[in-house]
């Protein structure tokens, strides 16, 4: 074969080798950005949305600063906290609907922050009890996307403690069962204790006092009560650390 013959095979062939390439490569990226697509989260609006945020009226300076994030449950316990850290910490809520998979919620956390301007020693947070038109999967898949905005606004994982889910009756609607909060528990939990995040576990300590509902969801006054003085006893550790 001439020399002439062989060079030209030879780009030939090298041509062929990147033009495979190239194809491979733009299949590879197409194929990324379709799956990027379909884990993208979505807003998923129930028919009420609401938020409710609460900061001390006359906060301590001196205190290190707590804040409750959750929804309507860590509401009914958040008056508990504040009697039971009074002297001990400023505590902070915000309550929403918005639920994990909600792009809202990443965002309002993001904006609670920068109104309140303050530095937070602990945040005991929880999400999902709303939110039942996400798949347990979806939970799943968007559940660190919550960790990672809470830890923008926490010095460390130590600082961090995650409330489990509480049991709702039977008759619970709009999507809530036990069956599904087991599973978002579950999966939280597989989470948040592989990274060293402290557990609050709400969802055992009512399985003691299924007696105290004041409805198909919440808790009545001395459920709430229980609640909110183990979720004090859990701060008062993190603020030990």
Known sequence: MHASTRSRNLTHYGNHKALYWSIAITALLACATLLGEAQKQISIPEEIEWTWE??????????????????????????????????????????????????????QIEEFAAMENVTF???????????????????????????HSVEQIAPSHHALVWATITPVQIQAFNGATNERINERNQIAQALFSSLGVTIDDQHSLMMKHLDTYEDTVHFGHSGAALMGDQAADTIRTALRK
């Open 121 to 147: 020693r602990v945040i005991h947070f929880n999400n999902g009890m709303h939110g039942w038109d996400y798949s347990e999967a979806q939970y799943k898949t968007a559940l660190p996307d919550l960790l």
């Open 54 to 107: 609460v900061r001390p009226s006359h906060a301590d300076l001196a205190l290190p600063n707590v804040l409750l994030l959750g929804d309507s449950i860590t509401r009914n316990y958040f008056p508990e906290v504040t009697k039971d850290l009074k002297g001990v910490a400023n505590v902070y809520l915000m309550a929403v609907s918005t639920s994990v998979g909600d792009p809202r919620l990443l965002r």
